[in-house]
């Protein structure tokens, strides 16, 4: 099941309120990313959550793609794919670096820290 994205808030309006809905929307859709994963809904969550990061990205919203990424890293550790939480880990160090937001960079450091431990033997 695809997610439509051409509709819905955000779509028309002046471009504060587009940016405002855009990043109301998008955190939305990684919360909701989220609590499938704490429902076990797996699958589920990483097509929401993989459809939020292209589309959060493209926006260019700093939040939303932040939110969607440590939503990602649950879902993936959920699976224990922890060579994908590694690398969505990086992602989201690189982002933070990109928008200058070290403290937020910060809290990417633990999950690498844990995922390269547990892929340094090739799991």
């Known amino acids: 099941s695809r ?3 051409d509709e819905g808030p955000g779509s028309k309006g002046s471009p504060i309120e587009t940016w405002a809905a855009r990043d109301l929307l998008f955190n939305s859709r990684a919360e909701l990313g989220l ?8 699958q589920e969550a990483e097509a929401v959550l993989s459809a939020n990061l292209v589309e959060a990205t493209k926006h260019n919203l700093f939040a939303p793609v932040n939110r ?3 939503a ?3 879902c ?3 699976r ?12 989201g160090l690189a982002w ?3 928008h200058k937001k070290p403290e937020e960079g910060e809290c990417m450091v633990p999950h690498l820290l844990k995922y390269r431990e547990l892929t340094k033997d090739g799991q």
């Open 72 to 74: 990602l890293i649950a």
């Open 80 to 91: 224990k794919d922890y060579k994908r939480c590694l690398s969505v880990a990086e992602r």
């Open 35 to 42: 609590i499938q994963v704490h429902q076990g809904l797996l």
């Open 3 to 5: 997610v439509s994205w």
């Open 68 to 70: 969607t990424l440590h």
């Open 96 to 98: 933070c670096d990109k």
């Open 76 to 78: 993936f550790d959920a």
